[in-house]
């Protein structure tokens, strides 16, 4: 039960910040988790390790479930900790994905599986029958659920990456602890992937309700294919905004609705920033992420690439009231197509440590214009706040901020944009909605040159052409075949049981 004081604690908070618990929970798809206290997260040795503590707490269950696990010092430590607590009989369940984890070899699930581990495979390679895109779809999630108490949820995988070597700083991510109802809620999403792979789990039923340990409501957000639950969220709370959206994005392709929403919100006043890599783990998202910067830009969203080794945090902040963490990247696979898995929170506090966290990593970014243009207004990079102090009570989070300062090498705060491109070049020059610029030629030049190859090709090995065609054209339509006869036979049986079932009554 939600306590009458929290309730109020957090109409007042609706009504001061705009964001009725009504419309959150119709954008989020989530009802509303009252009663929590949460903690952010945002440097990987110490998540780690808060993490690999939390583990070896455990009495009544651990899930773990994300999207890559790898066999170096840090996925060993968590396999360590995981076997450990099996062998003394808590039940411990992990999911990785089949693609994340593609490297990670057969020899390091085995002593898990053999100290009593429950390990599934999210998704492996099939041929496909019934869905010929469901190879595409992934789960995406990084969450750990401790005894339906506590759950930790945000970008973090389980790598080095994540935790630095000697010679390599550590990428930036981000996440949140949640003690408290969400965490259990948190438990519910994990079960219901597991038996969505075919096999029951539902022991946090047996869990006692948990009594409020705080007074931060949260809204667990599920990503799932065809349900497009952050994507509702984003364009809500572009909607919603009256001062500002501060967004960090580690693969920011959006589409454009998306960008459209933001584009607009710049246009009535608010200071909309992205935040995304400049130096990306995957080029080409890099590459089609420039792709989209003119339009933004050209309708006053402020855009900065972060100058470190690589930023991977899924954030969102607005108005200094509401914040999203989580797994997802402001992307149509992550948006549509994936499994994952957010919290959106109403909480000055956590807020207010987002925008400070925020712009520690402007300081380490450069911000990208385009020519002859310069921004003069928005809000500068303080130098202390209180947000500082909140963010660590003990004193060592200014340390942490100058390491996170010193990841890149920030030139100046402004700069000029040498590699902005033209979005849709190709659809504009079809269609001839308006002269194409420098960028814009570059790109269209790339794709002409692209599908002169193609033809060359096609003109000198017909037969191979032909060959790849025809196998992809019989994958697709024996896949589709199948799952329409499928589709038809679940139909008729559906419709029976409704007969049958109108009989009866």
Not at 151 to 161: D, H, K, N, P, S
Not at 309 to 333: C, E, F, Q
Not at 415 to 427: E, F, H, I, K
Not at 497 to 502: G, I, P
């Amino acid at each position: 039960m939600i306590d009458p004081s929290a309730i109020r604690t957090q109409n007042s908070r609706e009504q001061e910040g705009g964001f009725p618990a009504s419309e959150v929970e119709r954008a989020t798809g989530s009802k509303t988790f009252g009663g929590n206290r949460l903690e952010l997260q945002y440097e990987g040795s110490s998540t780690f390790s808060s993490w690999l503590e939390g583990i070896s707490r455990a009495q009544c269950m651990v899930y773990l479930e994300n999207y890559l696990i790898r066999d170096d010092r840090v996925g060993r430590a968590f396999r360590d900790v995981l076997i450990e607590k099996a062998r003394s009989g808590v039940p411990v369940y992990v999911i990785y994905d089949w693609v994340g984890c593609w490297a990670t070899p057969r020899s390091y699930w085995k002593p898990l599986r053999q100290a009593g581990v429950h390990v599934r495979a999210f998704n492996p390679l099939s041929l496909g029958i019934g869905d010929p895109f469901g190879i595409l779809r992934r789960d995406h999630r990084k969450l750990i659920v401790l005894d339906g108490k506590v759950a930790y949820v945000g970008g973090f995988c389980l790598g080095v990456e994540w935790a630095g070597r000697p010679t390599q700083p550590a990428w930036r991510d981000t996440a949140v602890k949640i003690s408290g109802p969400a965490a259990r809620a948190a438990a519910h999403a994990f079960e219901a992937t597991w038996r969505g792979m075919g096999e029951s789990l539902a022991l946090s039923q047996q869990l006692p309700i948990l009594s409020d340990v705080g007074d931060t409501p949260v809204w667990l957000i599920e990503g799932e294919p065809g349900r497009t639950r952050v994507y509702r969220t984003i364009h809500w709370v572009a909607a919603r905004a009256k001062e500002r959206v501060w967004i960090t994005d580690a693969y920011f392709v959006a589409p454009r609705s998306v960008s459209e929403a933001l584009g607009a919100a710049a246009q009535q006043g608010v200071d909309v920033r992205i935040l995304v890599p400049a130096h990306n783990n995957w080029p080409l998202v890099g590459s089609l992420s420039r792709g989209g910067y003119r339009s933004l830009l050209k309708s006053g969203v402020r855009i900065f690439e972060w100058q470190g080794p690589m930023i991977h945090a899924k954030t969102a902040v607005v108005d200094g009231i509401w914040s999203r963490v989580g797994s997802s990247n402001l992307n149509s696979a992550s948006l549509i197509g994936n499994w994952e898995l957010d919290v959106g929170v109403l909480d000055t506090k956590l807020a207010s440590q987002l925008e400070e966290l925020f712009l520690t990593d402007l300081s380490s970014s450069i911000e990208i214009v385009l020519p002859g243009r310069r921004f003069e207004h928005g809000i500068e990079i303080p130098e202390s706040s209180s947000a500082t102090e909140s963010l660590d009570p003990q004193g060592t989070l200014p340390e942490r901020m100058m390491q996170i300062r010193a990841m890149g090498a920030a030139q100046s705060r402004i700069t000029m944009a040498p590699l902005v491109r033209a979005r849709g070049a190709l659809g504009d020059s079809l269609a001839g909605n308006r002269p194409i610029g420098r960028e814009g030629r570059t790109v269209l030049g790339t794709v002409s040159a692209i599908i002169l190859s193609t033809a060359i090709i096609a003109a000198f090995f017909p037969t191979f052409v032909g060959a790849m065609v025809a196998v992809v054209a019989g994958w697709f339509g024996l896949t589709t075949g199948i799952r329409a006869y499928l589709q038809s036979r679940r139909a008729r049986s559906e419709g029976q049981e409704a007969s049958t079932t109108a009989e009866l009554d």
